[in-house]
């Protein structure tokens, strides 16, 4: 019933910046929040950045991207972006979308979901 899907991913030398983006659509009645986890190799996924839908979208920051990257939406769009700073090797990992969704089920009944998008690499690399 609904769809995540990321881009912005690449490679890019330390210290650099890079920005996704995650745009989600289907039978969607509202997002509830969205965000973003990462990934790397052998490690558990780990929460990066979350914004509500509250007014003034509250954020919430994994200790270790603190004060590099920021999290943004576009309600219009039902759209999230994180704009990432200051890049360094260990922000190496594959980066995934996440969003809590209210949405119409097939008799137009709404229930509340968990969603995930695919994934998208981002390589820091000199």
């Known amino acids: 019933q609904v769809q995540l899907v990321e881009s912005g991913g690449g490679l890019v030398q330390p210290g650099g910046s890079l920005r996704l983006s995650c745009g989600a659509s289907?039978?969607?009645?509202?997002?509830?929040?969205m965000g973003w986890y990462r990934q790397a190799p052998e490690k558990e996924r780990e929460l990066v950045a979350g914004i509500t839908s509250t007014s003034g979208g509250s954020t919430n920051y994994g200790d270790s991207v603190k004060g590099r990257f920021t999290i943004s939406r576009d309600d219009a769009k039902n759209t999230v972006y994180l704009q990432m700073n200051s890049l360094k090797p260990e922000d190496t990992a594959v980066y995934y979308c996440?969003?809590?969704?209210?949405?119409?089920?097939?008799?137009?009944?709404?229930?509340?979901?968990?969603?995930w998008g695919q994934g998208t690499q981002v390589t820091v690399s000199s």
């Open positions: 289907g039978r969607i009645v509202s997002i509830k929040s």
């Open positions: 996440n969003a809590d969704v209210y949405y119409y089920t097939n008799n137009y009944s709404i229930r509340e979901g968990d969603y």
